[in-house]
């Protein structure tokens, strides 16, 4: 079957650099997604891998290893208002998302 | 510019009862897609469309339908609920290219008692 890891919770102080973890094993690779969800609210994009390497997009930057099935989110310079889920999500061979469950992030002061 | 409207916001349901919770997106999109996000799980895709008059299933499609007479509506139909429906739902679109991020609307919170 497919499935996507994460851990399920992290907790980190303000200032500080924390790096998010996501584990996939699916059928066929079209890209991985991070999304970021505050509580209660909608999922909102992050960033886009489909090639191996590093992003970086200002504070964030995330990681892909295809050979690896791995891609971590890094966030530096970490604010309270970074406290929230971050959502992993693999696109597959059919072009079909799978899920993560979701890391939430606590940000201590 | 709206992105992704989703109503209502919040819902309570009797058991049996049967509701429609609608989506609309302003961003000329053809996919559109409905998802439940429920504790502990990866959002899970009841239905998705890929344009005006194609619908197709998704991981979780029993006790939902669906239709896309338009580009821009997409409405999720609850034929008899149930308390396992109970859940938060996320409409999103995306312009369909393989690199497109998901536009989620704001959610409804649907209880079922």
């Known amino acids: 079957g497919q499935n996507i890891d994460q851990p399920t919770e992290m907790t980190a102080t303000e200032g500080a650099i924390v790096q998010i973890n996501c584990t996939y094993q699916t059928s066929g690779f079209n890209g991985l997604f991070w999304y970021q969800q505050h509580a209660g609210e909608a999922p909102t994009f992050l960033s886009y891998n489909v090639l191996d390497g590093l992003e970086e997009k200002g504070r964030f930057s995330s990681f892909l290893s295809r050979s690896k099935g791995y891609s971590y989110l890094l966030l530096k310079e970490l604010q309270m208002k970074d406290s929230a889920s971050y959502l992993c999500?693999?696109?597959?061979?059919?072009?079909?998302?799978?899920w993560g469950a979701g890391t939430k992030l606590i940000i201590k002061p | 510019n709206a992105g992704v409207t989703q109503t209502p916001k919040f819902q309570v349901l009797k058991t049996g009862q049967s509701m429609t919770l609608q989506c609309a997106q302003d961003m000329n999109h053809e996919y559109m897609s409905w998802y439940r996000q429920d504790p502990g799980m990866g959002l899970r895709l009841i239905h998705y469309?890929?344009?005006?008059?194609?619908?197709d299933q998704g991981e979780v499609p029993n006790g939902y339908n669906v239709s896309r007479s338009t580009t821009e509506d997409f409405p999720l139909r609850l034929l008899s609920a149930a308390p396992s429906q109970t859940s938060v739902y996320f409409c999103?679109?995306?312009?369909?290219?393989?690199?497109?991020?998901?536009?989620f609307g704001n959610g409804t919170r649907l209880t079922v008692t």
């Open positions: 469309s890929v344009g005006a008059g194609i619908t």
């Open positions: 999500a693999v696109m597959d061979s059919n072009y079909q998302l799978i």
């Open positions: 999103a679109s995306s312009n369909g290219r393989e690199n497109s991020p998901l536009h």
